[in-house]
């Protein structure tokens, strides 16, 4: 069967007059862009921070002093600077900073625990960390010294806020300066900008990797995908396209920067726009709501768990959220109700929008001001229409080389500028994502005969929290550390408030005494929050198949008859 109908791109129909079938490839790198916006607009906002502002000449000097810190330090092109921070400017600033010196950033989920950290620490061979005071003393400070870093910079999330106006999320937080580690900003007011002349600023092509985003694979451990400044541009310019984001726009900043929806959905399109981005540490439902009043944004995008939140919290009733005219949400399923939900209440409807940290945010999205339809077999919300340049095919999930009718399921495949190159030091792990050129992305879909896809199921066992990907398997070997575990198993349960949740299955051992809320408590130590399971079912013996694996399907179905997580 041939891909015609995929060829012909059925879903162009549904693109604005205004949205190109394809955009042209980048010229310039990312920091490049940002350094054009900068010359631009110096006095404009480019970070909202509660209730302060940073202008882009600031930020941009504050990145070339970072650069010329790197520089000092003997950082060279190429090099790995990890981040370890929430939504705060620094991470901005080692950005830009980073980029400038021609370095590769490595965000880290400032969820991760220390063994976990220390993966990634490992894994990348960052040499320099920035990190927040409270992450540094409480997770990296034991394992910095098992990995290859050598400089460790710290930060606050009080820096860049006034004297005296702390906002009501940051009550109680003090600056300190933890032993073992120099204070970021301390140190750029002591550094000289870098220039182009020797000053620490490095050429950097659209070729040159921006990022090692790290996401989870099918041999269960994290895996740094490869992006380049090309494919993190392309797709900054397909938002600014898609969602028409001008001058008069701002971003508001509710996913977290070190996911690749606020990598490239919020800082890169806010860099080559030109445009405020709105920041507020970590996300608090009451705190969002205020700002969003205050700074009046008109763009945001986000997993829909932030949207619930919006919705049910107790400052939500008469608040005026009309700005967001551009309102998108992805990275976990959307119920159909939920949408209307929020709009029913603030007026403002959810454009659904598809992506993956391997595309570097969207592939899909629906057009602004259109409303996704829903597929009367399965119930699922669309997911959109590709997006410019995103060729895009649903293949057998058995044979990927064979074509999918239109209206039939089959596994999703992309190709574009905005796939990634590939996985850091896995050349197998790359080979095998990849068919004929198009990336194989896990997720089985549906594509109507007017262009708009479905996700309608997973080949893969990862589980979705809330947009984070959740590995059964290095669940279970923490599980399997508890001395009373003799079998564990772990399946994706449907939650209503985070898409998916970690639901567990144990086989203890004979004389073996836990109960359900002391091995709960016990992953909770030592994963990051969203991974642990929130319930765990004991069974004499877990299903498997003759070659030992377990039968994940027949323990999702046992999920059904005893009650999901």
């Not at 404009?44 to 990145?63: G, M, N, P, T, V």
């Not at 995908?225 to 001058?247: C, F, L, Q, R």
């Not at 920041?279 to 768990?305: C, M």
């Amino acid at each position: 069967m041939s891909f015609s109908a995929y060829d012909s791109k059925p879903w162009l129909g549904q693109y604005a007059d205004r949205v190109p079938e394809d955009l042209p490839l980048p010229k310039r790198s990312m920091v490049d862009l940002f350094e054009a916006s900068a010359r631009r607009s110096p006095d404009r906002d480019a970070i909202r921070y509660f209730d302060a502002a940073i202008s882009y000449a600031q930020l941009d000097d504050l990145a070339s002093r970072f650069a010329a810190l790197l520089a000092s330090r003997g950082v060279e092109k190429g090099d790995r600077v990890a981040v370890y921070t929430q939504n705060n400017p620094q991470f901005l600033v080692a950005q830009y900073g980073s980029w400038k010196r021609g370095a590769v950033v490595v965000p880290l989920n400032p969820m991760l625990k220390g063994r976990e950290l220390e993966y990634h620490l490992n894994d990348s061979g960052a040499r320099v960390l920035i990190a927040l005071e409270s992450l540094y003393e409480g997770v990296a400070r034991a394992v910095v010294p098992e990995s290859r870093i050598e400089h460790v910079l710290t930060t606050s999330e009080l820096d860049f806020l006034p004297d005296g106006e702390v906002p009501a999320s940051l009550r109680g937080v003090e600056k300190r300066s933890p032993k073992g580690a120099d204070d970021l900003m301390e140190a750029l007011r002591a550094t000289e900008p870098a220039s182009p002349d020797g000053g620490g600023r490095v050429p950097v092509s659209p070729d040159d990797t921006a990022y090692l985003v790290y996401t989870s694979g099918t041999t269960g451990k994290p895996k740094g995908a490869i992006e380049k400044h090309s494919s993190i541009a392309y797709n900054a310019e397909v938002y600014k396209t898609w969602m028409d984001i001008g001058d008069e726009d701002s971003v508001f900043g509710v996913a977290p920067l070190f996911h690749i929806t606020g990598l490239v959905g919020h800082g890169a399109l806010a860099g080559l726009a030109g445009v405020p981005l709105v920041l507020f540490h970590r996300f608090d439902a009451a705190e969002a709501l205020r700002l969003i009043e205050k700074w009046r944004p008109t763009f945001t995008v986000g997993a829909i768990t932030a949207f619930i939140a919006l919705m049910n919290s107790s400052e939500s009733e008469g608040r005026d959220l009309s700005s967001l005219t551009k309102c998108y949400s992805g990275g976990a399923p959307i119920a159909p109700s939920l949408t209307g939900q929020f709009e029913e209440k603030f007026g403002v409807y959810i454009h659904n929008i598809y992506g993956l940290t391997e595309s570097n945010s969207p592939t899909h999205a629906t057009p602004l001001g259109s409303r996704a339809p829903v597929d009367e077999g399965t119930g699922a919300l669309s997911i959109g229409v590709p997006v410019p340049g995103c060729e895009a095919r649903l293949v057998s999930v058995d044979d990927p080389s064979e074509a999918v009718p239109v209206g039939e399921s089959g596994e999703f495949a992309a190709r574009g500028p905005m796939i990634f190159s590939g996985y850091w030091n896995k050349p197998e792990e790359t080979e095998r994502a990849f068919h004929d050129g198009f990336f194989l992305t896990g997720d089985v879909a549906v594509m109507d005969g007017d262009g708009w896809f479905y996700i309608v199921d997973r080949k893969k066992d990862m589980i979705n929290v809330s947009g984070y990907k959740v590995w059964p398997r290095e669940v279970e070997d923490v599980l399997y550390t508890h001395p009373a575990v003799k079998e564990a198993a772990v399946v994706g349960a449907p939650d209503e408030y985070r898409g998916e949740t970690v639901r567990a299955f144990v086989a203890l051992k004979e004389g073996g005494g836990v109960t359900e809320d002391e091995l709960i408590a016990y992953a909770k130590e030592r994963m990051a929050d969203y991974k642990y399971p929130r319930r765990i079912a004991f069974l004499d013996e877990l299903p498997k198949t003759a070659t030992g694996k377990y039968l994940r399907r027949e323990l999702r179905d046992l999920d059904e008859t005893r009650g999901r997580a």
